[in-house]
Every structure is written in C-alpha cells, then in structure tokens.
C-alpha cells in the first residue's frame, strides 16, 4: 500500500512507484504468451470435470475419496442452469426456485454433515457434490418436455432417479468423509432434497 | 511532454483483443498498476478499462475518472476479501457461544442401525425390557451404542419431512401455497417451543434433580413426528380411516415410549423401580410425566387433523 509519509513529488494523476498491487495474481505479467490460459486461471478444468460427472453417472462404481478436493462450482452451474433450462423448455419458468432450494438444501446439508462427520466439510465442497449429482434430475426434467410424469410410470421413474442421485450423492460424501454405516442416513436428506427438485419437474 | 501519451499515440491499440494494457515502452516498472491517463487518448484507455474494471462506461473514462477505477477497486476488492474473513472468524467464534456445536455432535453420532431400532422402537415399544441409558465414566454412552440415549437425528429429519409431507397433502387438495409451508414450519416450531418451555418450568417448580438437559427435552419431544408423518401418508393413501388408524396406534406407541423413558429420569430411582413410593413429591412427579405423555398424542392430532380430507 501507499506510504502517507513519503512526501508527494510527483504530479496529480501520475501514480508514485511505490504502489505495489495488492492482489497476489500474476496478472500484470510481463508478458502476454506469459500469462496462463483463462480457463486455468478461472480454475475450471475440464478433465476434472468430466472424472466427476462420469463418477455421479456410475452409481455402482466405488467412489475415490480425493475427487472432491478441489471444489468446482463450474460444473454445478452448468447443471443447475441446464435443470432451468429443461423446466423452461417445459414451459415452467421457475428459475427462482431451484436456486432458492438449491441454497437452503446446501446450507442444511452442510449444517448436518458437519455435525455428523468427525471431520468437517467445507460448505463449496457440499454445493459442489449436491451440484453433481442434480445430472440425473435434468434427464428426469427433459422427459417431462415429451411425456407427462403424473402417470404410475411417471411416479415409477421419478422415485427411481431420486433414488439415484441420492445414491451418488452419499456414496460421494461418504468416501470423501470417511462416514462408515451412515449412508442410508446421508442418503435420506439428498433424497429430500432431491425430491423436492422433483416436485417441481412434475407438477 | 508524457512519454507515455506519445507512446499511446504511436501504438496501435486493440482493446478488444487484449486482457491487460500494454505497458508502455517508456516505463521501466512492469507492476506499475495502471497507464498514464491524464493525456487525452482517454478513449482508448477508457475501452481497455471496460472488460478489466469495475465495468466502466467508456464515456465516463475521463482522466479523474479512470483514474479512481483501478486502484480503489483492487483495494476495494481486498478490503473486501480481508472483510469476509474477518466476518468469517467472527461468526465461528461467536456461534459456539449460542449453539454448543460440541454437544451437538453427540446427538448427531448415530448409524443406520441405531436408526432401524429406534424407528422400530417408537412405533412398537412394548416388548423393549431395559430403558435405561448406558453410561461410561459418567458422560452417556453415544447413540451410535445403546438404543435408549436420545438423538437428534431422527427428530430433525422427521421434522423436515413433516414439512415436506404437509406440503404434499397440501398440494393433492389444491390448497397449495409455498408460504403455507412456511406456515406450517413455523407453528410446528412455535409448538415444540412452548412444550419445551412448559416443561422446563414445570421440572423448575417441582425441582425435580434431573439430568435432562434442552437438548435431550428436545429430542424426546421431536420423537412424535415419525408417527405424524405416518398417519399423513396413511390418510393420503388410504383416506380417513387410514389416518386414524394409524395416528390412534402411533399415539398409543408414543405415549408408551414416552412414560417409559421420562419415568426414568424424572421419578427418583425408587419409583422408577416399579415401587410405589408414597409421597406429595413423587406424585407429582408422575402427574408431570403422564401430563408430558398425554400431551403429545394431543398435539400429534392437532398438527395434521387439518391435513387429512
């Protein structure tokens, strides 16, 4: 930061020397090829990102424990917004609320997974997870556009796709937090939530 | 006059293209923050600025004001960073002097099968022999380990689901609103506080020398919840008799459940034995512990009897 003391010598609008930004960022490098790419200085990793979705996708592979390292919040993003999109092609403009449900889900999965865990959890790293594992909703969302879900079929699948995004979930934190006979019980709330999201799909 | 206003006439500048400002040959620091601007090329200056900025408009970038862009808002901008993380430290030091995280934690340490029996247990506690809760060196054993210690998983999560199946009846009779979601959390909070709060006072006027803490209270009184939620889906499914079947026999279970496990801590440890003991004081204990018993299949009916068509 700017010293007070040293007296002014230069003239109004030209900046002294001494100014030193205060970001740590490598932003004002030297050189232009120098700099790194902006997807990696925006931190979205597309590789990452792909391991993740294919981990939600296999409810039945075994998670690893160190995937949810870095928290991504990109590739939530992506999917609430597709969610929002798919409930827009169906004609329900209720952006507002998967939002709203999103963050209060968050905030309470995070209360009760740290209470419940020995090790905390970041609160990025549960909206991260539960982000993830909204992929199975937006299928469940794009069959609403063609068919109605208010038939036994419809019931049939919607409970199925809770099922599996609640799996994928708790299996994740599960592995991350290294919860042991608690999964059912991870499974239950991610199951509420989920089928809050599914509330809206369907009616 | 300003090296840098002629270095600005001479290079060609493509805004557009470029995420930094080129740093003119004539300054030797690469760090320096920001251009000259007080030479008239603001217009190129100004367009630069727009992406990297607070957004400015290129028509406002006169020199004063492109010039208060960029320092202030990266000094904005780690004031800010340096505010939320003392608004952080503040709010974790604060927040285990209103809600003792600690304790909490304990309730919290169940497992799916401590669940499975406790569910068994308040809809079917008849055949359960030995209520007592097992401790370890004083401090109680946790719920991951002996059935009968209380927890608050089960009551949290059958009050969110309560919320939740209300809505749904709700909906299935059109009478679906989101703020009377929140109606319904809210009076169904308002009611476990009153409870909690009767009872207190009730344990403080009788001085009864008990070791139940609030939070034990609370969970106790969170158990009738489960049995709410399964007259709701009873009437949903099967229309009023269901409801009322089920509700009945919940009420019955958790009238047990409850007479079973607060004659433990409240009658003094001769009554709980199954000895009448004679006495002003021990009667009223037990009058408190049916008045806690019976009040809750009253409040299990008065909560979802509006729910059922």
């Known amino acids: 930061m700017m010293q007070p003391q040293q007296p002014y010598t230069g003239q109004i609008f030209h900046p002294t020397q001494t100014y030193t930004p205060t970001t740590s960022q490598p932003f004002y490098g030297n050189n232009f090829e120098d700099e790194p790419p902006l997807l990696e200085e925006l931190g979205i990793n597309f590789d990452h990102i792909w391991q993740k979705t294919l981990t939600v996708l296999h409810p039945l592979k075994v998670a690893d424990g160190s995937i949810m390292n870095e928290t991504d919040l990109a590739g939530p993003m992506v999917f609430c917004l597709a969610f929002g999109a798919t409930l827009l092609l169906a004609g329900k403009i209720q952006f507002g609320y998967v939002y709203g449900i999103s963050a209060i889900g968050c905030l309470g999965m995070f209360c009760l997974l740290n209470l419940m865990s020995m090790t905390g959890v970041s609160f990025g790293c ?37 099922g599996w995004c609640s799996f994928s979930a708790s299996k994740i934190f599960i592995s991350a937090l290294a919860m042991e006979g608690q ?13 809050v999201f599914a509330l809206i799909s369907v009616f | 006059m300003h090296p840098a206003g002629a270095a600005a006439a001479g290079t060609p500048r493509q805004p557009s293209k ?23 090329q603001s217009r190129g200056f100004g367009a630069q600025r727009g992406p990297g900025g607070l957004g400015y408009p290129a028509a406002a970038a006169s020199p004063q004001e492109a010039f208060l862009a960029d320092p202030v808002s ?33 309730y919290f340490a169940v497992d799916t099968m401590y669940v499975g029996k406790k569910l068994g247990l308040l809809f079917f506690p008849y055949l359960h022999q030995d209520w007592e809760v097992q401790y370890q060196q004083d401090t109680p054993v946790a719920p991951r380990f002996d059935i009968n210690a209380p927890d608050l998983y089960i009551p949290a999560m059958a009050f969110i689901t309560y919320i939740l199946v209300a809505g749904l009846a709700l909906g299935t009779q059109d009478r679906f609103s989101p703020d009377l979601l929140g109606l319904q959390a809210s009076s169904a909070l308002a009611w476990l506080t009153l409870e909690v709060l009767a009872i207190l006072l009730s344990l403080y006027l009788l001085t009864v020398n008990t070791d139940l803490t609030t939070i034990d209270l609370v969970a106790f009184l969170g158990y009738k919840y489960v049995g709410m939620i399964g007259g709701v889906l009873m009437g949903l ?73």
Request: some cysteine; glycine content about 8%; overall charge positive.
């Open chain 1, 126 to 162: 549960v909206a991260s997870v539960l982000g993830y594992c909204l992929l199975p909703m937006i299928l469940l969302s794009s069959f609403a556009v063609i068919f109605s879900l208010q038939g036994m079929v419809g019931i049939i699948l919607t409970a199925g796709i809770i």
């Open chain 1, 183 to 195: 999964q059912l019980l991870v499974a239950y709330p991610c199951a509420l939530l989920y089928g």
């Open chain 2, 18 to 40: 470029r995420r930094i400002p080129v740093s003119p040959p004539g300054m030797a620091d690469p760090h320096q923050l920001f251009d000259d601007t007080s030479s008239a």
């Open chain 2, 74 to 106: 990266n000094m904005a901008m780690a004031y800010g960073s340096s505010l939320a993380a003392q608004g952080k430290e503040l709010v974790d030091k604060n927040i285990d002097r209103f809600i003792p995280v600690t304790k909490l934690k304990y």
């Open chain 2, 237 to 309: 499914l099967f229309g009023k008799i269901g409801y009322y079947l089920v509700l009945g026999w919940c009420c019955v279970s958790i009238f047990v459940f409850m007479i079973r496990t607060l004659r433990l801590k409240i009658l003094a440890e001769a009554a709980a034995q199954g000895v009448p003991v004679r006495g002003a004081r021990n009667q009223l204990r037990m009058y408190l512990t049916m008045a806690v018993a019976a009040a809750q299949p009253l409040l299990m009916y008065w909560l979802t009897f509006h729910l059922v068509r």
